[in-house]
Nanobody
Framework: QVQLVESGGGSVQAGGSLRLSCVAS????????MGWYRQTPDKQRDLVAT???????TYTDSVKGRFAISRDNAKKTVYLQMNSLKPEDTGVYYC??????????????WGQGTVVTVSS
């Protein structure tokens, strides 16, 4: 079993910054792609950013130039540095990881989510 635990959410004013962290634990052999997704009450869970084990990143257009995803493979941790935050960045941020487990299965695992609120 694999667990992801997010932290770092909170409330900030527009223009501010937050840094999200997500730590993986459990029966892990290796962690492949990790990512962050955002969900608002009236929308589905949308991709924000992903990073491969080798460090290749992708971003949704609305956060390019403002957000930066990174990871520390030794710590089994992925980060999301969010700068120049806007009210439309408000939502629940979920961590996701594709994990090869000790049972040699690929587990698509989600964290419990962390809330980000940006006020104007």
């Amino acid at each position: 079993q694999v667990q992801l635990v997010e932290s770092g959410g909170g409330s900030v004013q527009a223009g501010g910054s937050l840094r999200l962290s997500c730590v993986a634990s459990g029966n892990i052999v290796t962690i492949n792609t990790m990512g962050w997704y955002r969900q608002t009450p009236d929308k589905q869970r949308d991709l924000v950013a992903t990073i491969t084990r080798g460090g290749t990143t992708t971003y949704t257009d609305s956060v390019k130039g403002r957000f930066a995803i990174s990871r520390d493979n030794a710590k089994k941790t992925v980060y999301l540095q969010m700068n120049s935050l806007k009210p439309e960045d408000t939502g629940v941020y979920y961590c996701n990881a594709l994990v090869l487990t000790t049972s040699l299965r690929t587990s698509n695992t989600w964290g419990q989510g962390t809330v980000v609120t940006v006020s104007s």
